[in-house]
Each structure stands twice: as structure tokens, then as C-alpha cells.
């Protein structure tokens, strides 16, 4: 272990951080009269700790699936932490943030508003008898004479981690969902750098066998979710035509419906990306979408295992 200049530094895999506790402390010596109110939210959770983890170092989620994110501009991120400046809404106010991975299964969030007001957030993940749970723990410090503004502000954040953790568990129970049924994530033992890189994580199970679906059950024209092998596409058939999207996002997992494509393409409503429609016919050749080989022969739709070394396509 390394000592360094500033003893409250500790060491966590290849980043110092400050110890928590001497965060009280290190908040006293920088802000004359300090006032310090301490805040905490704690919510089981049904997910996996590394999902947790991973919910928590996915940056990308945050202003489209959380309304109260606006937009954000990334400075840094590194395996173990992340700097945004964050919009405040549609207000012209900018919060600068920090992300620090800063033990197993927890975090440092700190962010400072108008230059005058600091919060210091530690959120830890911890296994349970039933499940997980996550514990949310904040301090505010100001001069003392801002301290009228910490009670409504505490208030705040109770409500805001309340309304994200609604938000997000949809996101996390999807993701137990699929690997229930055989679902990897390149992103399992998640960090900030592959939690945030533009990247096709999700690793599909293996199709054992060919299914076939007779074109005659899909009906004519209409954009339909279909789920066969445990996964899912969005089609539309017209005539011996079948245009194909993804129904399970590539990306992180996201159930993808018939109601998010426009314009034939296929948006994610987690992190907005975009999947362009593929044609099948009788004439054009097998295509492979979300792990499985896809094909138009004698007037069905036919899903077929990959040929080997395919797995996320
Ligand atoms: S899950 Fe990330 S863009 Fe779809
Ligand atoms: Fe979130």
C-alpha cells in the first residue's frame, strides 16, 4: 500500500480516494463555520449486485430514461470514476459531478452547487437474505448561515433517488430477466470505461434448433413484436417481404417495440441508439439479428443457431 501526501487517501484498485471517514473532516477544514446535514435512502432491490454496479457506472441512461437529468457533457472517464457537467433541466445552471468507484459495490458521488454548497454522497450495494439492497447516504456542508437551504434540499434528494431507483429498477429487472434465461453482458464485471463505450454487450444464448414461423401469422403491413428462442425481433411483413429490427437492443438488452420504430429505423429508449431495418425475401440470403441466423425460405420466417465464433451480432 502506497502512502500519500494527504493521509485521508486511500487505495482502491489503482485510484486513491478519500477515506469516508474523513470526509466530515476534510469538509470542516475547507469551509469556515461549517453546517453539515446528513441525509439517507435505502431501497431493496431485485437485482444483482453487478447490475447495481452496472446501473450505477452507465452514464448514457441517465437524461433519457431519469427527467430530472438534462444534458451532459463528458469531460473524464477512466475504469474507476467519471467527471460530467450536468444541466440542471432546461435551467441555465450546470452541476458539475463526480463519479468515483472508490470500494467494491460503492460509490462516491460529489457535486457542488454554486460554489457554495457541497454534497458528498456515498451509495453502497450490499447482498441480502431476500436480494440486495442499496444504501444511499449524503452529507450537504455549507457556511452555517446557508443552513436554511439544507432542509429543502435533503428533501430533494430523498425524492430524487426515490423517483431514479423506480426508474432504473425497469432497467435492472430486464437485465435478470435475460440472463435468466441464459443471458451474458460483456459488461458483467462492469467499469465506467465499458459501461459507457458504444459497444454490443449483450451476449445472446445459443439457438438449439431451426424454428420457423409461416409467413401467413404475421399480419400484412402491421409493425409486430415477435418473440421466439428466447429472443425477441420486430417485423413487418409485406407480401414475402419481411423487414427486420432487433426486439432485444444488442447493446445493454432493452426490450425494443413495434411503437419505437419510425422511419424504419428502431430507436433504444435507454441509451437512443439506432438500428436500421434488414430485408428478408425469398431471393436475399440469411441474415444474422440478435444472436440467430434469419432467413425467408418456403414461405416462412426460419431462425437457425449462428455458424461458431457469432455471438452478438
Ligand atoms: S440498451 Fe443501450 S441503446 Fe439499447
Ligand atoms: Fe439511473
Same mark, same amino acid.
Given at each position: 500500500?502506497?502512502?500519500?501526501?494527504?493521509?485521508?487517501?486511500?487505495?482502491?484498485?489503482?485510484?486513491?480516494?478519500?477515506?469516508?471517514?474523513?470526509?466530515?473532516?476534510?469538509?470542516?477544514?475547507?469551509?469556515?463555520?461549517?453546517?453539515?446535514?446528513?441525509?439517507?435512502?435505502?431501497?431493496?432491490?431485485?437485482?444483482?449486485?453487478?447490475?447495481?454496479?452496472?446501473?450505477?457506472?452507465?452514464?448514457?441512461?441517465?437524461?433519457?430514461?431519469?427527467?430530472?437529468?438534462?444534458?451532459?457533457?463528458?469531460?473524464?472517464?477512466?475504469?474507476?470514476?467519471?467527471?460530467?457537467?450536468?444541466?440542471?433541466?432546461?435551467?441555465?445552471?450546470?452541476?458539475?459531478?463526480?463519479?468515483?468507484?472508490?470500494?467494491?459495490?460503492?460509490?462516491?458521488?460529489?457535486?457542488?452547487?454554486?460554489?457554495?454548497?457541497?454534497?458528498?454522497?456515498?451509495?453502497?450495494?450490499?447482498?441480502?437474505?431476500?436480494?440486495?439492497?442499496?444504501?444511499?447516504?449524503?452529507?450537504?456542508?455549507?457556511?452555517?448561515?446557508?443552513?436554511?437551504?439544507?432542509?429543502?434540499?435533503?428533501?430533494?434528494?430523498?425524492?430524487?433517488?426515490?423517483?431514479?431507483?423506480?426508474? @432504473?429498477?425497469?432497467?435492472?429487472?430486464?437485465?435478470? #430477466?435475460?440472463?435468466? *434465461?441464459?443471458?451474458?453482458? &460483456? !459488461?458483467?464485471? =462492469?467499469?465506467?470505461?465499458?459501461?459507457?463505450?458504444?459497444?454490443?454487450?449483450?451476449?445472446?444464448?445459443?439457438?438449439?434448433?431451426?424454428?420457423?414461423?409461416?409467413?401467413?401469422?404475421?399480419?400484412?403491413?402491421?409493425?409486430?413484436?415477435?418473440?421466439?428462442?428466447?429472443?425477441?425481433?420486430?417485423?413487418?411483413?409485406?407480401?414475402?417481404?419481411?423487414?427486420?429490427?432487433?426486439?432485444?437492443?444488442?447493446?445493454?438488452?432493452?426490450?425494443?417495440?413495434?411503437?419505437?420504430?419510425?422511419?424504419?429505423?428502431?430507436?433504444?429508449?435507454?441509451?437512443?441508439?439506432?438500428?436500421?431495418?434488414?430485408?428478408?425475401?425469398? @431471393?436475399?440470403?440469411?441474415?444474422?439479428?440478435?444472436? #440467430?441466423?434469419?432467413? *425467408?425460405?418456403?414461405?416462412? &420466417? !426460419?431462425?437457425? =443457431?449462428?455458424?461458431?465464433?457469432?455471438?452478438?451480432?
Amino acid at each position: 500500500m502506497r502512502s500519500f501526501f494527504d493521509p485521508t487517501l486511500i487505495e482502491h484498485g489503482g485510484a486513491a480516494f478519500i477515506r469516508e471517514d474523513k470526509v466530515n473532516d476534510a469538509l470542516a477544514r475547507l469551509i469556515p463555520k461549517v453546517h453539515i446535514t446528513k441525509g439517507h435512502f435505502s431501497c431493496p432491490t431485485r437485482a444483482e449486485l453487478r447490475d447495481l454496479t452496472w446501473n450505477h457506472m452507465d452514464q448514457n441512461h441517465r437524461p433519457l430514461i431519469h427527467r430530472t437529468y438534462g444534458d451532459t457533457v463528458r469531460v473524464h472517464i477512466s475504469q474507476q470514476s467519471a467527471f460530467t457537467l450536468t444541466k440542471f433541466g432546461n435551467w441555465p445552471a450546470i452541476i458539475p459531478m463526480f463519479d468515483g468507484y472508490h470500494k467494491e459495490n460503492g460509490f462516491y458521488q460529489v457535486t457542488c452547487l454554486f460554489g457554495l454548497i457541497v454534497i458528498i454522497t456515498v451509495i453502497e450495494c450490499n447482498s441480502t437474505e431476500q436480494g440486495t439492497r442499496m444504501d444511499v447516504d449524503w452529507a450537504i456542508a455549507s457556511h452555517r448561515l446557508l443552513r436554511f437551504l439544507h432542509g429543502p434540499l435533503d428533501r430533494r434528494l430523498k425524492r430524487l433517488n426515490e423517483a431514479q431507483n423506480r426508474e @432504473d429498477e425497469v432497467i435492472r429487472d430486464q437485465r435478470v #430477466a435475460l440472463r435468466a *434465461v441464459g443471458y451474458r453482458f &460483456l !459488461t458483467d464485471t =462492469p467499469d465506467f470505461m465499458n459501461s459507457n463505450v458504444l459497444a454490443h454487450n449483450v451476449v445472446f444464448p445459443p439457438v438449439g434448433r431451426l424454428h420457423s414461423i409461416p409467413l401467413a401469422e404475421l399480419a400484412e403491413g402491421q409493425t409486430q413484436r415477435i418473440e421466439i428462442c428466447d429472443r425477441a425481433y420486430v417485423v413487418r411483413r409485406t407480401g414475402e417481404t419481411v423487414e427486420v429490427w432487433p426486439g432485444i437492443c444488442p447493446h445493454e438488452g432493452a426490450p425494443l417495440q413495434a411503437e419505437h420504430v419510425r422511419s424504419g429505423t428502431v430507436k433504444c429508449p435507454w441509451h437512443g441508439l439506432e438500428f436500421g431495418v434488414r430485408k428478408l425475401s425469398p @431471393d436475399a440470403p440469411a441474415i444474422t439479428v440478435c444472436g #440467430a441466423r434469419l432467413q *425467408v425460405t418456403d414461405a416462412s &420466417l !426460419t431462425i437457425r =443457431p449462428v455458424q461458431a465464433g457469432v455471438i452478438n451480432a
